[in-house]
């Protein structure tokens, strides 16, 4: 079992910037890929970005691609999501989540990722 906490998130206004981190205790959290989705107030959680366990391999949305970076440092446990030329509607609460298979299979479905974070909320203001 993994233990997932997300942070960084806040209030900033559109173009701006902002970095999240989402740090991993519990098992090796080498083993897995990972990703980030959001869900914003009425919609559904829907997929963000995906990295493999190496770091080599990344995936995004259509809706973020060229604004949006995935990372991750495995020796701190970590995956961030570096957020830049935020619009108002990246409005959200931003989760990190494992890919329960451990390897990236490719999926961007909510539903093949596990062991949920609490979520970090991001407004963008126009």
């Known amino acids: 079992q993994v233990r997932l906490v997300e942070s960084g998130g806040g209030l900033v206004q559109a173009g701006g910037s902002l970095r999240l981190s989402c740090a991993a205790s519990?098992?090796?959290?080498?083993?897995?890929?990972m990703g980030w989705f959001r869900q914003a107030p009425g919609k559904e959680r829907e997929f963000v970005a995906a990295?493999?366990?190496?770091?080599?391999?990344?995936s995004y949305a259509d809706s973020v691609k060229g604004r949006f970076t995935i990372s991750r440092d495995n020796a701190k446990n970590t995956v961030y999501l570096q957020m830049n030329s935020l619009k108002p509607e990246d409005t959200a609460v931003y989760y990190c989540?494992?890919?329960?298979?451990?390897?990236?299979?490719?999926?961007?479905?909510?539903?093949?990722?596990?062991?949920w974070g609490p979520g970090t909320q991001v407004t963008v203001s126009s």
């Open positions: 519990g098992r090796t959290f080498t083993y897995y890929a």
């Open positions: 990295i493999s366990r190496s770091g080599g391999s990344t």
């Open positions: 989540a494992v890919s329960n298979v451990g390897y990236y299979s490719g999926s961007n479905y909510p539903g093949d990722f596990g062991s």
